[in-house]
Nanobody, 129 residues
Framework: QLQLVESGGGLVQPGGSLRLSCLAS????????IGWFRQAPGKEHEWVSC????????DYADSAKGRFTASRDNAKNTVYLQINSLKPEDTAVYYC??????????????????????WGQGTQVTVSS
């Protein structure tokens, strides 16, 4: 069974950067993509990005384009989310999750919150001066 563990969150000043990690263990071949999501206080989960397990192609929500970059290191079974020029509105718990089917593009599944599993426990990102 696939397990995902996020890390790398913290308190950062506006304009700063963070790199979040999502470490996969267990059945690491059992997914089609890794999605990054976030949940701000009092708000629903918001999709941020996807990265394909096959070719490493990426996709981003409009709110994430330009400042967020997803990448992977297959040797380390780790997916990363680099966030630059952090803003207070980026404050949230960030989660990674595995897309279990390829019935639809990752971004479609992510927006619908369908077919994702193996959610990690999340890592808190707080942007404040």
């Amino acid at each position: 069974q696939l397990q995902l563990v996020e890390s790398g969150g913290g308190l950062v000043q506006p304009g700063g950067s963070l790199r979040l990690s999502c470490l996969a263990s267990g059945s690491t071949a059992d997914y089609y993509a890794i999605g990054w999501f976030r949940q701000a206080p009092g708000k629903e989960h918001e999709w941020v990005s996807c990265i394909s397990s096959s070719d490493g192609s990426t996709d981003y929500a409009d709110s994430a384009k330009g400042r967020f970059t997803a990448s992977r290191d297959n040797a380390k079974n780790t997916v990363y989310l680099q966030i630059n020029s952090l803003k207070p509105e980026d404050t949230a718990v960030y989660y990674c999750a595995a897309l279990k089917t390829n019935k639809m593009p990752c971004r479609v599944a992510a927006v619908q919150m369908k077919d994702f599993g193996s959610w990690g426990q999340g890592t808190q990102v707080t942007v404040s001066s």
